[in-house]
């Protein structure tokens, strides 16, 4: 049956017509002055309803003093338009939930989403539009009927419900599947039912458009209250919200309101009242309470938010994951005897980790769930993330009191987000790095005209310690590493920028490591943009392990077959339809026989049309995703070129990516970070107090900094060796780490044995104890034998980031001149 005929349908329409009082309360809530005498002769048509109502407003959202017995007296201290309101949503919750539980469907998951929509949509139109802050109640809590409408009558035409217990959640793609199947979107469906119902008075255009966050700002500020109302009913009540994208919501809903964040709290808090009041009043259970996250303040959110942000950057495979995860449960909960699985990011088995008397110990390698040993009986925590279980968490913590346990729970939620992207991003990386790290594969980094800014540990063994001659030049390090030139196609290729790709193939006489050796060396380039620059990347491989025969074929330039199947780029003869005619033989078996334009996708800046027209060009490159088997595909650089003299064909060389992503990311980290200490480095010191100025004078929030350097650091390095002196530098890093707040406060080396702190949203007395907790934490390590000597300042009018380092540094001075071992405030700007 489509769905005009379901419209048309008086018996089906019928299935969810509201009865007489719903009608009637409707007609009056579209006047712009409801009358009370109308509305109480129409509630009083309804005893059961006027009983409930009275019981909302006597219920703790209102607070009232004395109870409230009558309609009038209710109409009087709340308001008609209030009363109304009420009156609506319970005989619109009755009517439904009457509907809906003879299928058997349960209304819990639906209506308190409903709730949470209205009540929060009217909050937020009274502070960006008071005018329809009692209008914006009634469209948000009548935007999903038309879903409820089909759950009832025609179950089977609402397209890929998401879950069988939410029919109103939204889901990604669901536009699209409602206008496949519709021609309209459930908003514009509520709309044509309410007309179809003879509601026309109740305008609402806002219905229309209620997830449609991504275009916010596009609307007027009703629309918007009702959007917000909508999406914030999602992220507080939903099982399967990430947290993430829980406490990023709560940070576009303070910016689009213009609030503090105690605001938006206060907010949070007369929702949550009037949510539980309402659901309380009308026998509903708040149904897996523990699951929401209204429970728990945005600055708990925030808390477990920063710490699981530590798994994203974590090295050292999961045994990483394990200690971060011990010390966050150790400090913020006490908690000192607990059993930890985790799911191996490689294989769908697990670890399992126990800490005790003895430490922490991994007790388990990748055994199967079942095979899990636990010590500890009691029940556990799930991590899990978007419905995936990924690990569980036990403890031996009977101390804990049940808001302790609540944000325990919560923290495991954001820990299970955290983990998952672990698990696809850092951990893959760090498998890349060893995989790089056992290949045969020379990778240097150049800048444009040839200079080397960074090359692996094989390409320092194959061009023989040349670096260390103090030259730059690569092709000069080439030379004197290998004993042979790479000719005038490597100067064309550095100046003229036409040219985006260089190779060769050299057969040497090495001496690295001082046993000559025939070599054959594959060398090959490619110039690729980063940011406003252009840069370099080569690959240089010593193909030898081919046979000694072969070795002379190519020193005689017969060693085309040989050299192609000794390569570990992919070498392939297509058609003009990109058929595959010819591979390497590593690959012929997965590659042989299939379409170029089917194994292989574009990515990066390619904008063409993909498909045979690319050989059009005489000579293209373009980097693309090549599938092996069914993954997500690997990164390759493909350059074309036709084949000359054998008619449609065409010749494609495949370079394997991974290695320079790899590369990539290594100098990323180095630009960030101080090697030794893994705080910022210098650089980013300036970059992050800039950034934090500029935030401090658009926000008002204040910003210190605190400089120090070590005192007799200079006589351990004297009396006791340079070791030492790196030694007491990242212990005093690790001091740094744990003393300040992550992602509030930037701790960074400056220089030598100069580090320098910025503190953010802090008052002045707070830095000053923040400092002195540093200093004793610093003078009891190391028993007094290295202290610090500091000076502290906080943003003044006018600051730049000169001044305000000026003025500590300045003031650090000072302290040692006072015999050290003490932090001493800037002096003001005069």
Known sequence: ??????????????????????????????????????????????????????????????????????????????????????????????????????????????????????????????????????????????????????????????????????????????????????????????????????????????????????????????????????????????????????????????????????????????????????????????????????????????ASYFMSLELLTAEGGVDSISRIIGRHVKLNWDINEWELALKSPDFDKYYLYRVGESGLERVFSRVDKKDLKWNVRTDGITISSRGVFLGEFRCLCPGLSESEKSDLKLYFRFIGQAYEHYSLRQHLLEGRAVTLETLPLGIARLDIKGSVLDMNDEMARIIGGAEISGAKEFSELFNMGVGAGLGKGWADFLVDNSKTSFSKILCVRLRTGGIPRDACLYISAYKQKSGEDWLISVIMEDVREISETQIQALKQKDFLEGLIDSMRDVVFTVDVRGNIHYVSSRYSKIFLGRNLFDIASPSGAFTGRWGPELFEQPKSVVEVLMKRTDSTGLPF?????????????????????????????????????????????????????????????????????????????????????????????????????????????????????EFGVIVTEVRPESLEMIGNRIRMKIDTKFSGRVTISGGMTVYEDGDSPVSMLKRADTAAYEAKDLGGNLLKWAKKES
């Not at 100098?667 to 992050?688: I, R």
């Open 1 to 302: 049956m489509s769905l005009d005929e379901i419209l048309e349908s008086p018996r089906l329409m019928m299935k969810l017509s509201f009865p007489p009082v719903m009608l009637q309360l409707m007609e009056e809530a579209a006047k712009p002055e409801p009358d009370f005498s109308v509305l109480g002769k129409i509630i009083s048509m309804d005893p059961a309803l006027s009983t409930t109502i009275l019981n909302l407003v006597n219920s703790p959202f209102y607070g009232l003093s004395q109870e409230v017995s009558d309609l009038k007296r209710a109409a009087i201290v709340l308001g008609t338009r209030e009363l109304l309101n009420l009156a609506v949503t319970v005989s619109f919750q009755k009517h439904i939930s009457a509907h809906l539980e003879k299928q058997d469907y349960k209304i819990y998951s639906d209506w308190m989403l409903t709730v949470w929509g209205a009540i929060s949509a009217q909050l937020i139109a009274s502070r960006i539009c008071p005018e329809y802050a009692d209008k914006m109640y009634l469209c948000c809590l009548l935007k999903d009927i038309s879903l409820l409408f089909l759950r009832c009558a025609a179950p089977d035409e609402i397209p890929e419900m998401l879950s069988s217990d939410s029919v109103t959640r939204s889901y990604s793609g669901q536009a699209e599947a409602e206008n496949d199947s519709w021609g309209m979107t459930h908003g514009a469906l509520s709309q044509l039912l309410l007309s179809r119902w003879k509601l026309k008075t109740l305008e609402c255009p806002s219905i229309l458009h209620h997830h449609s966050l991504e275009e916010l700002d596009s609307f007027d500020l009703p629309t918007q209250a009702v959007i917000l109302g909508t999406k914030w009913a999602e992220m507080e009540l939903g099982n399967s919200s990430a947290p993430f994208n829980v406490l990023q919501f709560e940070v576009q809903l303070q910016n689009a309101l213009d609030m503090d964040e105690e605001a938006i709290e206060d907010f949070r808090s007369v929702c949550r009242t009037k949510f539980q009041s309402m659901l309380g009043t009308l026998g509903m259970d708040e149904g897996g309470s523990g699951t929401h996250f209204y429970n728990h303040s945005i600055k708990t959110l925030q």
């Open 637 to 753: 650089e493909l350059v074309i070129s036709k084949l000359e003299g054998a008619g449609e064909k065409y010749l494609i060389v495949a370079r394997d990516m991974t290695a320079i992503r790899r590369l990539e990311e290594k100098l990323k980290k180095q630009a960030v970070f101080d090697g030794l200490t893994e705080l910022f480095n210098h650089t980013q010191f300036n970059t992050m107090l800039g950034r934090e100025i500029t935030r401090s004078k658009r926000t008002g929030r204040p910003v210190g900094i605190l400089f120090f350097d070590l005192d007799r650091f200079k006589k351990v390095n004297d009396t006791e060796g340079h070791q030492a002196g790196d030694e007491v530098l990242k212990s005093v890093a690790v001091i740094l780490k744990e003393e300040l707040r992550a992602g509030m406060d930037f701790p960074c080396r400056y220089g030598g044995d």
